[in-house]
């Protein structure tokens, strides 16, 4: 009898480990905004290498079809001397050894599996197969159980991690004494073994007072361990990253915890050069801690703010400047338009900007380089300049997480879900300048990544305006709306430039229309194109080889949409006369302050609708203040180039 019961223990650990690679613990949802998800593998044996395994995740909402929608590669990957090793975001603690980004976990009905295969066995949407699969789990978040995945991969339960934002949990295997295996939702134990068992680790913690500083001052890094240690624990950190190295800074990088003690410190002094190198990211990290000291968090990232950056000769929307930037656009680039109307002058136009044997279309990701470049803040060459909001902001905040809140993003000027374009999985590859699609007028799909309608925008603020109309949509309170005339041109570029895009009136429902024209056209009228939307007009043309017309010849627009349809087009008036004539009032109408926006203006006289002289100005900045009774008045506004009226309304 004793005989057998040993046979069947050993029997029993033996399936317990039939396989040399398991799914240990899954966390796809702590928070619910998933900053500390994580994955958790354990080997049979410690310190075990992971070459040749990867990790597939599988998709099992009706549109993923249970097929994979992520894959990361194992290689140069080795658990610790507990077997396990985590694969997860920075918000885990103790640090995971491989880091992944934030929310690219779903939360459930999905599945995980470990595969003994390589990354390019299994493309984004390749059905879920046992084909060289180690180890599996369906699993889900109170969902219901997703039968085709679990048939797919030889499962029999779906867990569950019946967690909350109060109360974390997450899915855990467990062995017992006989050696049978079962999963249970418990708190999330990474890089610990579930039941407690197992060496014990000593995490250390990285902490500073700010995440940012500017150049020249000095911050202290605190390190603490979670006990105290037996011995003195040396050991080193670097700071580097990219471009920031240790000629940037001054300090201790090599520190003593010391015996009996769980606590550090160093000060970091930075350099203050004279070098405008852009703001740049320390990046803490521990260099050679040895188990079973391991880092409580790592890769700490602390900014450094470069005082050298560089201004413009222009200046933003909300100050804007004229006839300072030039178009680039080639000799004769609009010449087959004169002599057209209507749609004869329509299709030449499209012939331009869409012609397939010179424009370019560039990746999604792509975008994010162009916008560094072609929304750059003319009063600080680190930041971008923010759409709709009207404010720079710093270029390395990017988001790149779950969380919008003081990061930016790209904004669809001509949203997706109205336009009926979306992306693809090459269109997240930022491959540069040189490599590009052939694209013509009937490519609607690379709308998604045109550039002339993408913007730098406030990422909460691109989430308020959504898929919204413009005329539903009008702004943030209390801006000054010099974003309006920008998105009017960019949008109505898009109705050229792709067929199957319309801008209309009203508010559409029908995919591929945008509204209100009507709005549209008088924020074109009242916001005629500065010097910053010229410039980035230039930038987007070197990638694209194409350009915004209604930037170049913004009187185009009466010709397509506006007041002068029908009627034949020629090429607008001289530099200077039309500088002139780009000249905006607005508000209009007005409770009492006018701002300027256009070329230089050397007075302003304000005449009654009878031809009565009311005011004049002589000193002007970049506003008047009217202090006028409500009615409709003329004003005429001169410098050196001649003169210009404009009706103005005061409410």
């Not at 007009?537 to 002068?564: A, K, M, S």
């Amino acid at each position: 009898m004793k005989r057998f019961i040993i046979v069947l223990v050993v029997f029993l650990c033996h399936n317990a480990w039939s396989q040399i690679l398991v799914i240990n613990e899954l966390d796809a949802d702590s928070p619910s905004t998933d900053t500390a998800e994580f994955i958790e593998l354990k080997s049979q044996t410690p310190n075990f290498s992971t070459d040749g395994y990867i990790l597939v995740f599988f998709n099992g909402s009706s549109s993923g079809a249970d097929s994979s929608y992520m894959v990361i590669d194992l290689n140069g990957n080795q658990t610790d001397n507990n077997g396990l090793l985590v694969i997860g975001s920075s918000g885990v603690y103790p640090a995971p050894q491989l880091l992944i980004p934030e929310n690219v976990i779903q939360n459930g009905a999905d599945a995980v599996g470990i595969y003994q295969a390589s990354i390019n066995d299994f493309p984004e949407g390749t059905l879920a197969t046992q084909t060289n699969l180690i180890d599996a789990m369906v699993y889900g978040t109170n969902d219901p159980d997703d039968t085709g995945l679990l048939a797919l991969l030889g499962e029999t339960v779906q867990y569950n991690d019946d967690g909350t934002n109060a109360n974390p949990k997450s899915i855990q295997r467990f062995v017992d004494g006989m050696g049978a295996e079962s999963f249970s939702s418990a708190t999330p134990t990474p890089r610990r073994e579930n039941d407690g068992s197992g060496i014990a680790i000593n995490p250390i913690q990285i902490t500073v007072t700010e995440t940012q500083y500017d150049e020249g001052t000095s911050f202290d890094i605190i390190f603490t361990s979670e006990m105290n240690v037996a011995s003195d624990l040396n050991f080193n950190i670097s700071l580097n990253n990219f471009g920031f190295n240790t000629s940037d800074f001054s300090g201790n990088t090599n520190l003593t915890i010391s015996n009996g003690t769980n606590s550090t410190s160093t000060t970091i002094t930075l350099t203050d050069d004279s070098d405008d190198e852009g703001d740049e990211v320390i990046r803490i990290q521990f260099t050679d801690l040895v188990e079973p000291i391991v880092p409580g968090n790592n890769n700490v990232e602390v900014r450094v703010v470069d005082n050298d950056f560089s201004v413009a000769s222009w200046g933003t929307p909300i100050n804007p400047t004229t006839g300072i930037v030039q178009s680039t656009q080639p000799d004769g680039y609009y010449d087959s338009l004169d002599g057209l109307s209507d749609m004869a002058l329509r299709q030449a136009l499209q012939d331009i900007i869409a012609n397939p044997t010179v424009v370019r279309a560039q990746t999604y990701a792509d975008v994010v380089d162009i916008l560094l470049e072609a929304d750059q803040n003319p009063e600080n060459s680190n930041q971008v300049w923010l759409v709709y909001t009207e404010e720079g902001r710093a270029k390395l905040d990017l988001q790149t997480g779950s969380d919008g809140t003081g990061k930016w993003n790209r904004e669809h000027t001509f949203p997706r879900s109205r336009g009926g374009f979306d992306d693809i999985e090459e269109d997240e590859i930022a491959d540069g300048i040189d490599v590009f699609w052939t694209t013509e007028a009937d490519s609607l799909r690379h709308g998604n990544s045109d550039a002339h309608a993408l913007r730098a925008v406030d990422a909460i603020e691109n989430s308020t305006r959504g898929n919204q109309h413009y005329g539903e949509y009008i702004g943030p309170s209390g801006t000054l709306g010099s974003f309006r005339g920008d998105v009017a041109r960019s949008v109505l570029y898009m109705e050229i430039r792709y067929n199957g895009l319309q801008v209309v009136n009203g508010f559409p429902t029908t995919t591929g229309q945008l509204g209100d024209l009507a709005t549209l056209l008088d924020w074109h009228r009242n916001d005629p194109p500065d010097d910053f939307e010229m410039n980035r007009n230039n930038v987007v043309y070197t990638w694209q080889f194409n350009r915004n017309p209604f930037i170049d010849q913004p009187d185009l627009v009466e010709y397509i949409w506006g007041n002068n349809v029908g009627e034949v087009w020629d090429q607008q008036l001289s530099i200077e006369e039309n500088a002139l004539k780009a000249i905006s009032l607005y508000p209009n109408p007005t409770t009492d302050r006018l701002y300027i926006k256009g070329t230089d203006i050397m007075s302003i006289e304000v005449y009654s609708v009878e031809g009565k002289l009311l005011k004049q100005f002589n000193s002007i900045e970049n506003y008047i203040d009217l202090e006028l009774a409500s009615g409709l008045y003329l004003l005429k506004l001169e410098n050196e180039k001649g003169f210009v009226t404009r009706k103005i309304v005061v409410e």
